[in-house]
């Protein structure tokens, strides 16, 4: 059985949050095919032909990692026959990013999974943009604010109230498609493809 794991907050205020980008792609997922859902405490579990089966933990993202490592156990996966979604906000809008191990970056989802499994696991990354924004107030503390490479003067918003944030109209349009791109690399992945390290860049 292969396990796709898509990383996010339960609840409707969290729906269209940036941090809830590994729920949309599942989501996305679940429209092609004939899916069953069942809901547990920890998760909600969809599933096809017995073959495939699809996470979303219920846990809160910090917590990711109990959720994970029990449906693991339950159905005996190894970590190869595993693939976690999840959003990076060091990554640009637009950009997807496949990575078949590694660190979690900062990423408090992807790092209880690996405090509970390990981290030779693959990982799909989804750019929603960076937390540091042009800032042209004079309101903001200069605390807050710092020169980017153009000597442009950027105000870094907290990773935690950005990843919390909903996309902008414009912002929704290009991550569409890097969900769109997303769901399409893990069904060719379910019917057998092999997955590889890249990273795509989506055009407006």
Known sequence: ??????????GKKYVNTRHNIGFVV?????GVGDW??????????????????????QTFMNLSGKAVQYAMQKHKIKLENMVVICDDLDLPLGTVRIRMEGSSGGHNGLQSIIDHIGNKFARIRVGIGSNRIICHSELVSESQKSRNKFGMTEQSIPSEDYVLQ????????IV???VDKTAE?????INGEELVEKTFRIMN
């Open 1 to 10: 059985m292969k396990l796709i794991i898509g990383l996010g907050n339960p």
């Open 26 to 30: 599942l989501d996305k997922i679940v």
């Open 36 to 57: 069953s859902l069942s809901k547990t405490v920890k998760a909600e579990y969809y599933w096809i032909n017995k073959k495939t089966e699809l996470i979303k933990p």
């Open 166 to 173: 909903n996309f902008t109209k414009d912002e929704a349009v």
């Open 176 to 178: 569409s498609k890097s």
């Open 185 to 189: 690399i893990l069904l060719e992945w």
